[in-house]
C-alpha cells in the first residue's frame, strides 16, 4: 500500500510541458508545437526569457525540461 499512496498523492501536480508563446522576449520564436525556440535578434548578447506553461513544483526537487 505505501507504493500506491506514493503513486496517488501527487495526482494533483501539473508538470510543464511546453514553452508558454505569450510569455516570452520580443526576439524569441516558438514553433508551432511549443517545443522549440529560436533566438532572432542579430545581437547574440542580449538576455532572452521564455516561461513554461506552467512552473515546476517544488515537489519535484530537479525538473529537466
Not at 514553452?19 to 542579430?42: A, M
Not at 538576455?47 to 506553461?53: L, Q, S
Not at 515546476?56 to 525538473?63: L, V
Amino acid at each position: 500500500v505505501g507504493d500506491l499512496d506514493l503513486k496517488t498523492s501527487y495526482n494533483y501536480i501539473v508538470l510543464p510541458t511546453a514553452w508558454d508563446i505569450n510569455d516570452k522576449s520580443p526576439f524569441i520564436d516558438i514553433d508551432s508545437s511549443g517545443l522549440e525556440v529560436n533566438y532572432t535578434d542579430p545581437d547574440d548578447f542580449k538576455a532572452a526569457v521564455v516561461r513554461a506553461n506552467h512552473s515546476a513544483p517544488s515537489e519535484c526537487g530537479i525538473f529537466y525540461f
